[in-house]
């Protein structure tokens, strides 16, 4: 049985101020504090090494010659830049939440092999894989905005006995939220995937974040005994993201609505949902497609 799996994602988190097509400033024009004898310059918040900041006043030329960066056919603001006063409110595009990795493997079965007329076969083959569409990134991207965006093709073949993923830079990975499908055709179920949404933030206090997950797929989570669990993982900085809040296994739901989950204050976390076919029984020798969206409201 071959099932294609589609996670589709809707996210719902507060904007950030982004411009496209070589530096058109059109999209960031009404953003601009403006600044100068004659108003006529940007003030920028440049945050220097990411700890310092410092107010500078530049012209449009200088803010395109040295402020604003190219990502994937995308223009913005350096790293933490942002337009005004320093000492005015950071703006609330210091949080952003995406999509940005995703693994697959298969456990290692009790029973090794079975007969089929007359032929035998390995029990619970590995032909489990993910098919996905990744850009890499500089900076945390806009909401809804992942079309301004050129992505890859990537395919990844599911472990034994441990996950294989799309990267391991999962902060500076974009995933392609119409493209991330996971290929289960195994002989038997016993399959382990995941999906992970990165969150950035460098506002100084936490925030919370809301996830309501549905699926239709009623047969699929019965025969496969569907377990699903949710993870948040977190830490200071990319690279030291260790595990905050471990939410128990449960079977599966058509809707699981999980609220005012707290997500620490300047901090990198990741949010990892788990999917795990709790049988090792021989899949329906039929085709099926199921999807499953999750939406995420950070706040």
């Known amino acids: 049985m071959k099932i294609i799996f589609t996670i589709a994602i809707f996210l719902a988190f507060t904007p950030i101020l982004l411009a496209k097509d070589n530096f058109d400033l059109s999209y960031i024009w009404d953003d601009i504090v403006w600044c100068g004898p004659h108003m006529d310059k940007a003030l920028v918040c440049h945050s220097g090494n990411g700890k310092k900041y410092v107010e500078i006043c ?112 999962p902060f500076t990975t974009l995933l392609n939220t119409d493209a991330l499908t996971f290929i289960l055709s195994s002989e038997t179920y016993g399959t382990n995937y995941f999906v992970d949404w990165c969150i950035t933030q460098t506002n100084p206090v936490d925030s919370k974040l809301d996830v309501i997950v549905n699926t239709t797929a009623n047969r699929y989570i019965r025969s496969s005994n569907l377990i699903t669990k949710f993870e948040l993982h977190c830490g200071p900085d990319a690279n030291s993201t260790s595990r905050l809040t471990n939410y128990s296994y449960e079977q599966m739901q058509t809707t699981i609505n999980i609220r005012n989950i707290t997500v620490p204050a300047s901090s990198h976390c990741i949010w990892r949902q788990r999917f795990i076919e709790a049988t090792e029984s021989i899949r329906p020798n039929s085709g099926e497609k199921v999807v499953i969206t999750a939406e995420l409201n950070l706040y």
């Open 58 to 169: 530049v012209s449009i030329n200088s803010l395109k010659a040295g402020h604003l960066t190219l990502e994937s056919g995308v223009t913005r603001l350096h790293g933490d830049d942002y337009f005004g006063s320093c000492d005015s409110p950071t703006p609330e595009n210091k949080i952003s939440i995406y999509p940005c990795n995703a693994g697959i493997k298969r456990r290692e079965l009790n029973r090794q092999t079975t007969v089929i007329g007359d032929s035998t076969s390995q029990y619970g083959n590995y032909n489990d894989y993910i098919s996905a569409e990744i850009t890499s990134l500089t900076s945390s991207p806009a909401d809804n905005s992942y079309d301004d965006y050129n992505y890859t093709n990537i395919s990844v073949n599911g472990g034994r006995g441990v996950y294989n993923t799309i990267t391991s830079t």
